[in-house]
């Protein structure tokens, strides 16, 4: 047995013909908000220029496409698959792994070469005080 819906309290407060609020309803209204706002960003101008205007002149439009070529980086990088190292059978036995070998070193600086004169005149400053 049902009862009558006029015999029922309504929850909350809404108006009789709505007893609830739509969610699709509000989405569109967001939406609509949204894109209203993107529009008067790029084509309403204030103070004689629109705000894209000023962005591109302090180049936000340029750190923003940067941002998202290093966030597309970052997740690339994240994406790829590594391969496991063949450092196993030395971790099964209880060894500590060998060092790294000198193809891994980084090569320092070249050397600077001296004249005879410059060479020279350094070995008698080292000299003088050294004395």
Same mark, same amino acid.
């Given at each position: 047995? =049902?009862?009558?819906?006029?015999?029922?309290?309504?929850?909350?407060?809404w108006?009789?013909?709505l007893?609830?609020?739509?969610?699709?309803?509000?989405?569109?209204? %967001?939406?609509?908000?949204?894109?209203? *706002?993107?529009? @008067?960003?790029?084509?309403?101008?204030?103070? !004689? =220029?629109?705000?894209?205007e000023?962005?591109?002149?302090?180049?936000l439009?340029?750190?923003?496409?940067?941002?998202? =070529? !290093?966030?597309?980086g970052?997740? $690339?990088?994240?994406?790829?698959?590594?391969?496991?190292?063949? @450092? *196993?059978?030395?971790?099964?036995?209880?060894?500590?792994?060998?060092?790294?070998?000198?193809? =891994?070193?980084?090569?320092?600086?070249?050397?600077?070469? %001296?004249?005879p $004169?410059?060479?020279?005149?350094? $070995?008698?400053?080292? $000299?003088?005080?050294?004395?």
């Open positions: 047995m =049902r009862a009558d819906p006029r015999c029922v309290k309504q929850s909350g407060n108006l009789p013909g007893l609830h609020g739509s969610v699709r309803r509000m989405r569109k209204a %967001l939406l609509l908000l949204v894109a209203a *706002a993107a529009v @008067a960003v790029c084509l309403v101008p204030f103070r !004689g =220029r629109t705000l894209w000023r962005a591109q002149r302090h180049g439009p340029a750190a923003a496409s940067e941002a998202m =070529r !290093g966030a597309r970052w997740f $690339d990088a994240g994406s790829r698959k590594r391969s496991p190292t063949p @450092a *196993a059978p030395a971790a099964a036995a209880g060894r500590r792994a060998p060092e790294a070998g000198a193809d =891994r070193i980084l090569k320092g600086p070249p050397k600077e070469r %001296l004249s $004169d410059d060479r020279a005149s350094l $070995d008698r400053l080292v $000299d003088a005080r050294s004395r």
